[in-house]
């Protein structure tokens, strides 16, 4: 099987749980509905594909991981919804749909982010019990500490912050690597947790994903620029109209090339300690090219 057909298939994977997800519940007005809207919405399936490879790479259950993976998505998918929202970024168009909050209304939309936050530690707890308890309780832990404000959160409190201000480099890097590189990151490290690594095997998967996670970051803020609306599902030159500094806006769009180049080959060389990191070394450099 080649490396593109192995994420394919991780990704019909994660979908088919997904849409499983909140059928036959007691309907509870729209708030089903909006959560499966933005939730089934498609997108790149980057964080739940990373926590089972890098299972797979330590070893571990992939099955058994899976709710874990599908949970992190959960996760993301909310931090969206809410990032979308009037009072945040104001956005209309997310993943070539309408946002949450254009279909369902502010309200709605803001407990369906809620609802999938959650609905992620739901899943973790209640669908782990074939993994020994600690890892499963670790698991958690990690994300928990990666969505909260010493993490996503926090970096999406210093991107408002920022708006309107010059930020230097610096400023930049810390708030990306909270609100984009926390959940990145810990999706890796996750899958390692699950698989019972130890300490050097957390320490090395997490460092392939925060130089992953800022290259990832970086790539988007050069979307956002020379990017297409269509193929990006999303509008460009958001980032402009809401007067944030980004990487392309203090070192241009050669510079930002570079760094996505040499962080993507830091980020494989990280891995260097495992002898199975053939796919996890193909996707960082999948993601150096990619157009949405």
């Known amino acids: 099987m080649s490396y593109l057909e192995q994420m394919q298939q991780d990704c019909a994977r994660v979908e088919e749980w997904l849409r499983t997800c909140f059928m036959g519940r007691e309907p509870r007005a729209d708030l089903y509905d909006a959560m499966r809207y933005s939730l089934l919405a498609g997108g790149k399936r980057l964080r739940p594909v990373l926590l089972l490879e890098s299972c797979r790479m330590c070893g571990g259950d992939v099955e ?33 749909r309408p946002t949450n909050h254009k279909v369902y209304g502010e309200a709605t939309a803001i407990l369906a982010g809620d609802g999938l936050l959650t609905a992620a530690f739901e899943t973790m707890l209640e669908h782990g019990g074939d993994l020994p308890a600690p890892r499963v309780l670790a698991a958690a832990a990690c994300l928990g500490r990666a969505a909260g404000a010493r993490g996503m959160v926090g ?11 010059a930020l230097a ?15 990145i990151a810990a999706a890796a490290e996750m899958g390692c947790i699950l698989a019972g690594g130890g300490a ?43 007067e944030k500094t980004t990487f392309v806006t203090l070192k241009g769009l050669e510079w930002c090339q570079d760094a996505v180049e040499r962080l993507t080959r830091e980020a494989q060389e990280a891995l260097d ?6 796919f996890l070394c193909w996707l960082a450099g999948e993601l150096v090219a990619r157009k949405k």
């Not at 991981?65 to 997310?94: G, K, Q, W």
């Open 200 to 242: 050097e095997a957390r320490a090395a998967v997490r460092r392939y994903a925060e130089k992953l996670g800022l290259a990832f970051q970086i790539r988007d803020d050069m979307l956002d620029v020379e990017g297409d609306e269509a193929t990006l599902g999303k509008p460009i030159g958001s980032d402009a109209e809401n």
């Open 169 to 183: 480099l610096a400023d930049v890097e810390e708030l990306q690597r909270l609100k984009t590189g926390a959940l």
């Open 155 to 165: 970096g999406q409190a210093l991107d408002m912050a920022g708006e309107g201000h």
């Open 273 to 278: 300690v495992f002898p199975e990191a053939g």
């Open 64 to 96: 058994g991981a899976l709710p874990f993976a599908c949970a992190v998505e959960m996760l993301h998918t909310y931090s969206l919804i809410h990032d979308d929202l009037p009072a945040m970024d104001n956005d209309d168009l997310r993943r070539g």
